[in-house]
C-alpha cells in the first residue's frame, strides 16, 4: 500500500532553469512533509520540510508546496545546478511517527 | 555531534549467518528508526523506538529480525539465518520533534550482501 507516490522516475533540466519535482499522498492523517536527496551508496539528506499548517517554505534555491486539498506536493529548485543531479524523495508522517517514502525521481541537471 | 553514525558501512555474510548492524543517533534525538532500502525503491519502514521502548514495527520485520535500544541510547539491528533477500541497504534515522517539527536525519547506511 503506498501512500507516498512520485509518479517520475526521472527528470531532466537545463542547468539553470527550474526543477520541479512532485509527489502525491493518500493518507489525510500526514501533518508533516519532507524532501531528501540521495547520492548512490550514501544514506538520505534533509533538504526541506513543511508542515500541514502551511502551504508553502522556502529555503534559498528550494521551495516545497503543499496543496492538501489535492494531497499533492513539490519541490521547486531554482536555478538548477549540476550539484543538484541525485535521487530526490519525499517523505510523510503523522505525529512524528514512521516516516513513508515515495520511490524517488533521479534528477539530471545538464550543464 | 556530527550526526548519525552507522557501523559497519558494508557488511558480506553467507546466506545463514547471524548479523548485527549499530547505529548511534544524535545525541539529543529521542527518536531513533530502523529503515531498508533496495534498488529502485524507496526506503521502508522497519521499525521505531522512542526512547528505549519500540513502538512499532513493520510487517516486513520478520521473527528472524529484532532491534534494541537499551538505555534509549544507541540501537542495535540483528538478522539472523539471513538470507539472501536480506541483501539491502540498511538505514538508521534519528528525529527529535521541536516546535512543530520533526524531521528525520540519516546515517550513511550500512549494505548488507548475502552470498
Known amino acids: 500500500d503506498q501512500q507516498v507516490k512520485q509518479n517520475s522516475p526521472s527528470l531532466s533540466v537545463q542547468e539553470g532553469r527550474i526543477s520541479i519535482l512532485n509527489c502525491d499522498y493518500t493518507?489525510?492523517?500526514?501533518?508533516?512533509f519532507l524532501w531528501y536527496k540521495k547520492y548512490p551508496a550514501e544514506g538520505p539528506t534533509f533538504l526541506i520540510s513543511i508542515s500541514s499548517i502551511k502551504d508553502k517554505n522556502e529555503d534559498g534555491r528550494f521551495t516545497v508546496f503543499l496543496n492538501k486539498s489535492a494531497k499533492h506536493l513539490s519541490l521547486h529548485i531554482v536555478p538548477s545546478q549540476p550539484g543538484d543531479s541525485a535521487v530526490y524523495f519525499c517523505?510523510?508522517?503523522?505525529?512524528?511517527?514512521?516516516?513513508?517514502f515515495g520511490t524517488g525521481t533521479s534528477l539530471t541537471v545538464i550543464p | 555531534d556530527t550526526g548519525v553514525s552507522q557501523n559497519p558501512r558494508h557488511k558480506i555474510t553467507k546466506r545463514g549467518q547471524n548479523v548485527t548492524f549499530r547505529c548511534d543517533p544524535i545525541?539529543?534525538?529521542?527518536?531513533l528508526y530502523w529503515y531498508r532500502q533496495t534498488l529502485g525503491q524507496g526506503p521502508e519502514f522497519l521499525t521505531y523506538?522512542?526512547?528505549?521502548?519500540?513502538?512499532?514495527k513493520s510487517r516486513l520485520l520478520s521473527d528472524r529480525f529484532s532491534a534494541e535500544r537499551p538505555k534509549g541510547s544507541f540501537s542495535t539491528l540483528e538478522i539472523q539465518r539471513t538470507e539472501q533477500g536480506d541483501s539491502a541497504m540498511y538505514l538508521c534515522a534519528s528525529s527529535q520533534t521541536r516546535q512543530g517539527r520533526t524531521e528525520a536525519f540519516f546515517g550513511q547506511g550500512t549494505r548488507l550482501t548475502v552470498v
Open positions: 493518507n489525510s492523517m500526514f501533518d508533516y
Open positions: 545525541s539529543e534525538h529521542n527518536r
Open positions: 523506538f522512542q526512547n528505549e521502548a519500540q513502538l512499532e
Open positions: 517523505a510523510a508522517s503523522a505525529l512524528g511517527n514512521q516516516f513513508y
